[in-house]
Nanobody, 120 residues
Framework: QVQLVESGGGLVQAGGSLRLSCAAS????????MGWYRQAPGKQRESVAH???????NYADSVKGRFTISRDNAKNTVHLQMNSLKPEDTAVYYC??????????????WGQGTQVTVSS
């Protein structure tokens, strides 16, 4: 089994910064893409940023230039540095990871989510 645990959420004023982290653990052989999604109240979950095992990244237009995704393959972690935060960034943020297990099965795993609240 594989678990993803997020940390780093909280309350911040507009213009401030937060750094989210997500650590994967369990029966992991390798991790392919990792990503961050968010879901605001009353809205659908949306993609924020993704990063491949090789370090290629892509971002939602709404966060380009403000958010940076990075990963530490040795520690099976992914981070999301969020700068110049806006009230519209308020949401529950979820990480996910495409994991190949020790048994060589492949699945997509999700974290439990961490709340980010940006006050105006």
């Amino acid at each position: 089994q594989v678990q993803l645990v997020e940390s780093g959420g909280g309350l911040v004023q507009a213009g401030g910064s937060l750094r989210l982290s997500c650590a994967a653990s369990g029966s992991i052989f390798s991790i392919n893409a990792m990503g961050w999604y968010r879901q605001a109240p009353g809205k659908q979950r949306e993609s924020v940023a993704h990063i491949t095992s090789g370090g290629s990244t892509n971002y939602a237009d709404s966060v380009k230039g403000r958010f940076t995704i990075s990963r530490d393959n040795a520690k099976n972690t992914v981070h999301l540095q969020m700068n110049s935060l806006k009230p519209e960034d308020t949401a529950v943020y979820y990480c996910n990871a495409e994991v190949t297990s020790i048994a060589r099965s492949r699945a997509l795993y999700w974290g439990q989510g961490t709340q980010v609240t940006v006050s105006s």
